[in-house]
């Protein structure tokens, strides 16, 4: 879909919610996935600043295959991390997975995604603990209603969130992320950040896995 972010507020059949328990997704039994609860106001208007941004260009580039968009907000402790991709940039189909080796793929990519530590690696001197996650992808019965959305027009999408509590915020200075490596439908990462009061953009290619957020003092 169109650059960054959650350009559609994570919300595309309905409200998010954490994945369920069926056979292309892990039991819902992991620590990091807990109810949906309300942002601070702080972050909550810079990941709607950031929204903004994407839902702006939202209107050149639809639905891209081989894209991935990436969301970074942080504000005091708290940091947001939102994505939006086309499971084909994931798995490489859009569609209830059929044969063996795809629901073994659709569980697999589950355990990574609720997991967010082989996707996401952050600065180690930061100490970020994820303390919150949410999937919606609703062809693969993540979300809101499992099992019974169909992709529109062949097409189906990924939205989700991560929220990760920083003990030491001020030493996070850069994002390695770990699509490349865990897709080789993954071509193009696109990720806007506001961290330390500032805001920027940046796209990774192969073999790119470095988002860097600016200095911070």
Known sequence: MAPMLVHRTLNPAGAVGSIPSSPTALPQTSRHMTQP???RRGLHALVMFLSCMAAAQAHQQAHVHGRIQLGVALEGSELVIDIHAPLESLLGFE????????????????????????????DPEARCVLTHAELSAPVLGWGSSPGHATAQDGHADLEGQWVFRCAQPS???RLNVGFFEASAHARVIEVQWAVGGKQGRQMLKRPQDVVNLGPRR
């Not at 209830?96 to 952050?122: I, M, Y």
């Open 37 to 39: 609860r309300p942002k």
């Open 95 to 122: 569609r209830q997975p059929r044969t063996p080796t795809e629901k073994a793929l659709a569980a697999d990519w589950s355990a990574r995604l609720r997991d967010g530590g082989t996707l996401l690696r952050l």
């Open 171 to 173: 030493a996070l200075r």
